[in-house]
């Protein structure tokens, strides 16, 4: 890198392929043949000599870890972020520089790149160590944000749900409470075979607005249906000369 960038050494040999992708942003082609040795079992590496076509690449498809030099000739290497942030590209970024600044370590902390690295002849254990811990961060981010999403997603669920069984209880409510006077009361016939059970329903109905007739058998029910209608029919199962659910039936 640089001119330490013969010094980057390359990846044991014992490494397992994976299936991430690196993209190295650089001009000089001894960081690209570095970091391909260094990366090359591990990662897909591309390769991008300047700032335009790292966004040419990005746009197609993003990597998983942006490695970028700061001086890349036709852009910032920062800029370069900037605009891969700006366009959507959530990717981890390791930013490398042969001249380190104050101003340029500043910007890339506000741009909350994951590393920030000098280029020199041993500095390829730090930039191994720096991809490898920034596509931790990156995968551990991405998990959070889906789980955030999906958090979001159910609680959005839940609260439609919640308007949805407000609405239904509120249909519910206005479904049992009685009309209004001017709509008329609600009738209602009470049937059991205990003549004071009858009569302790029909006060408390007509207490709360309902239009109440009260019978003690099945024929007098069956009656009282031939001479008017009833909205609601409260009756006991056994009638003596009758069965309730048959009455209801009828």
Not at 83 to 110: D, F, N
Not at 166 to 177: P, V
Not at 197 to 225: I, K
């Amino acid at each position: 890198m640089g001119n330490g960038a013969s010094g980057l050494g390359a990846e044991p040999s014992g490494a397992r392929r994976a299936t991430g992708t690196l993209l190295v942003v650089d001009p000089d082609p001894r960081t690209h043949r570095a970091c391909d040795d260094l990366f090359g079992r591990t990662f897909t590496v591309e390769h991008a000599a300047s700032g335009r076509e790292a966004l040419a690449l990005l746009e197609a498809g993003p990597p998983d870890v942006l490695v970028t030099e700061i001086a890349l000739g036709d852009m910032d290497g920062l800029a370069l972020v900037r605009q891969a942030r700006a366009a959507g590209h959530r990717v981890a970024v390791v930013v490398m520089t042969g001249t380190p600044s104050a101003r340029t370590a500043a910007r890339a902390l506000r741009l909350g790149v994951d590393d920030y690295i000098l280029k020199q002849a041993d500095s390829a254990d730090h930039l191994r160590n720096s991809v490898r811990h920034a596509l931790k961060r990156h995968v551990h981010q991405g998990e959070v944000q889906r789980l955030l999403i999906e958090l979001t997603e159910l609680n959005e669920a839940f609260l439609q749900n919640m308007a949805a069984l407000d609405q239904a209880n509120q249909q519910l409510r206005e479904a049992l409470e009685p009309p209004a006077e001017r709509d008329g009361a609600w009738r209602m016939l009470v049937v059991d075979d205990e003549v004071a059970t009858v009569a302790l329903l029909e006060t408390l109905l007509r207490s709360q607005g309902f239009d109440v007739d009260g019978a003690n058998s099945g024929a007098e029910a069956r009656a009282m249906f031939g001479a008017r209608r009833y909205d609601l029919v409260l009756t006991d199962k056994n009638l003596g000369d009758a069965n309730g659910v048959d009455l209801i039936k009828e």
